[in-house]
Every structure is written in structure tokens, then in C-alpha cells.
């Protein structure tokens, strides 16, 4: 049983690197656009003419932090496939290792999922961007994927 639970940990790790490697992909094609931030008022970004291509369907939150002045652009048909692709990648991935983190290192569940609902939040491009520079948002993203590969790592060294 140990030598199995051992095996599945070793996918798990070249699945992670391999998914990172593709995300990483992913996240250097998409363009980050500008995206003036108003504040709060009575005048809001909604009220104003498009001048570029916007996603309508994009909520603006007056109460934001007004930092954050980036967004992904709108993803291609090609792209969007890639994103759910590497979504559905993702969710299949954190639920094998989520199984055996609740068995092996239950301390560790609650920070394993804070960081899953991050990732989650950035492979579906929802979150407001602080730069338009794509390998800074790439390192971003990193370090909540590598804390959860840590802890994949962890059950290696638990379970060896």
C-alpha cells in the first residue's frame, strides 16, 4: 500500500511540474490590457464609451482596490479551450492530491485549499491585474502553485 500511495505522489509531482510548465504557457499568451480604474463616484468606467474591445460581461466593483488598473484581454477561441483544458487539468490534479492530504497530513487541508481557490481564481483570469507585465503576473500565480506542490512534496517525505 505504501509503495502504491508512493507511485501515485510521484504522478502527482510530474503532473504538477508539467501543468505549471503549461500554465506558464497559457499566462505568456494571453495580452494584459489597461483597464482605468475611476473610483468610486458618481461617474463610473461602465459610463464610458468602449474604446477598445471590452468584455462586457466584466462586473466593475467601484469599492476595488484602485491599484489594480490591468485585466487579461479577451481569450480567442483557441485560448479559451486551452484555459479549460488546463482548468479541468488543474481540478483533477488538486482533487488527488486534496484525497491525500486529508488522509496523510490533515494540518495541512485548510492551506491546501486556500491556495487551490487562488489558483483556481487565476486559471479562470477573473482577478484584476496590478502590471501588464506577463512574467511578473506568471510569478505571481508561482507561488501559490509551488506552496501546493510543497505539500505534495511533504507527503513524499511523510509517506517515505
Known amino acids: 500500500m505504501a509503495q502504491e500511495t508512493k507511485m501515485q505522489i510521484e504522478d502527482l509531482i510530474s503532473e504538477s511540474d508539467l501543468l505549471m510548465e503549461s500554465l506558464r504557457s497559457f499566462f505568456y499568451s494571453i495580452p494584459i490590457q489597461h483597464d482605468p480604474y475611476l473610483g468610486s463616484g458618481i461617474c463610473s468606467i461602465a459610463d464610458l464609451p468602449k474604446l477598445w474591445e471590452y468584455d462586457s460581461e466584466t462586473k466593475i466593483d467601484p469599492f476595488e482596490d484602485p491599484v489594480l ?50 489558483i483556481r481564481k487565476w486559471i479562470e483570469l477573473s482577478e484584476r491585474l496590478p502590471s501588464d507585465d506577463n512574467a511578473e503576473m506568471f510569478l505571481r500565480f508561482r507561488k501559490y502553485f509551488i506552496s501546493q506542490q510543497n505539500i505534495v512534496f511533504s507527503l513524499s517525505e511523510h509517506i517515505g
Do not use: C, G, M, N
Open 69 to 118: 488598473h490591468y485585466r487579461w484581454f479577451r481569450l480567442t477561441q483557441e485560448q479559451f479551450l486551452e484555459q479549460e483544458e488546463l482548468f479541468r487539468r488543474y481540478i483533477s490534479w488538486a482533487s488527488s492530491v486534496r484525497a491525500l492530504v486529508e488522509k496523510f497530513l490533515p494540518e495541512k487541508l485548510v492551506v491546501f485549499d486556500e491556495k487551490s481557490q487562488v
